[in-house]
């Protein structure tokens, strides 16, 4: 329940209000996500495909706009967006528990950890959380979205089932180390870049779409390239089950997979599809946290009115 601040009583609009639910809280974090996904899964859809190693000819894609043109072309411009469902379902779940540990005023490590450490520390634990449930998705996410994927699945329960079937439960979580190597450092990166961004541009901390949204671009192209090494990696695992080449289809985990990605494609192989994945992230984390601050404070406003 939404509690009343006390008369006269002020509060951080940064933080959570007397007024402002957790309930509220988390349905702002999943609008964050489901918009963030949304409008920009295309470009996320050709960094997928561009991370693919020995893709066959008809499936080489070397910018964004080439890859975007040949995709939209060659498999109708719907295809972009294959496998959206499988991120409409889980955006928000992750969104959600990631915002709600996000916020120092939910957590008593508030009163242990300073304000500088804590963003970071407790964005990384609600990622070990939610990428433990979040990683099936993932994956089914990007077998969709490889080339020829349509000849396979028709839909992300037909995803499931197949891949269940010829390749096991653990398929779906093969990759879940390599993808907390990933995204832990992210989050905590992201979070604590849009902290002091926000921060620095914003004194008064006071709502302000123009600094959210640059803070979070920001924050979250930062992030981004300092991570793209494992999430090519990532994309490896996940995809493992659709190469044709019998010692890719085997590679087991995050070392294994850079021994073989180095042997074949050299350092420069680790940044396959950098350019796409900070173009994506930017927008994407932008879009995150204008809506979720956005969200924030038209429950803050509508709260205030019933008081």
């Known amino acids: 329940m939404a509690q009343e601040p006390a008369a006269g009583e002020e509060y951080d609009y940064e933080g959570l209000p ?3 639910s957790l309930a509220q809280n988390m349905v702002a974090g999943a609008f964050a996500g489901i918009a963030e996904h949304t409008v920009m899964y ?3 859809a050709i960094k997928t495909r561009m991370q693919i190693i020995n893709p066959t000819p008809s499936a080489v894609y070397n910018g964004i706009i080439q890859g975007g ?3 939209a072309t060659g498999e109708g411009i719907l295809g972009l967006w294959r496998g959206m469902s ?5 955006a928000g779940m992750l969104t959600m528990s990631l915002r709600g540990f996000e916020d120092p005023e939910l957590t008593a490590l508030q009163d242990l950890l300073t304000l500088s450490i804590l963003p970071p520390t407790s964005g990384a634990c609600a990622t070990i959380a939610s990428d433990a449930v979040m990683n099936p998705f993932d994956v089914i996410k990007q077998r969709m979205q490889i080339h020829n994927s349509g000849k396979l699945y028709k839909s992300m329960p037909d995803c499931l089932r197949y891949v269940y079937k010829t390749e096991g439960l653990s398929a779906f ?3 879940y180390p390599t993808t907390l190597s990933m995204t832990v450092p992210f989050t905590a990166l992201q979070f604590l870049a849009y902290e002091s961004m926000s921060t620095s541009l914003n004194p008064t901390k006071a709502y302000d779409p123009v600094t959210h949204c640059t803070a979070g671009a920001v924050a979250g192209g930062f992030a981004a390239a300092l991570t793209t090494p494992m999430d090519v990696i990532k994309t490896m695992l996940q995809t493992r089950g659709t190469a044709t080449d019998s010692e890719l289809r085997n590679v087991n985990g995050f070392v294994e997979g850079c021994k073989l990605l180095y042997r074949r494609e050299g350092f420069r192989g680790f940044f396959k599809g950098a350019r796409p994945r900070v173009v994506t ?3 994407s984390t932008a879009i995150c946290w204008s809506a979720y601050e956005a969200c924030k404070a038209y429950f803050i406003r509508q709260n205030d009115s019933l008081i």
């Open 42 to 44: 295309p470009i996320d």
């Open 281 to 283: 992230t930017m927008p």
């Open 86 to 90: 499988s991120v409409i379902v889980g």
């Open 69 to 71: 043109y040949r995709i």
């Open 173 to 175: 979580y093969v990759s």
């Open 18 to 20: 007397p007024n402002f």
